[in-house]
């Protein structure tokens, strides 16, 4: 059976997508600021239970002295600096259970920030 795309005006069908995607956002909320770089979102997810999560989200916080990046839009700052206390606190509560992070990496990962 064809389907006739002559039964919807195009720009009628353009109008209901978008005023569906607004109402999706409306109950959902908006995407996370974080979420515009999803390099970065993939590594820390990937480094999450390791060590060398901690590592990772210090050095997007943190610049080093001599070093020159263009950084991240503040919500996006604000956001990482939320993961970073939820991660420290989730060591922490690891070291009162008796568990420690021994791993400083995934294994078959190779962790850089630029250096090489």
Known sequence: MSIDNR????E??????????NLKLKRMGAPAAIESFPRV???ITG???YSEGKKYLEELIMVEDGKRR????VEAQDELMFLYQLL???????????????ASHPPGTKFTMGIK
């Open 47 to 49: 480094l999450w239970r």
């Open 88 to 102: 420290l606190d989730q060591h922490r509560i690891l070291n009162i259970r008796g568990q420690k992070i021994t």
């Open 7 to 10: 039964v919807i005006n195009p």
């Open 12 to 21: 009628l069908a353009q109008q209901l997508f978008r005023k569906s995607e």
């Open 70 to 73: 263009a950084g991240f839009p």
């Open 41 to 43: 979102v993939k590594t």
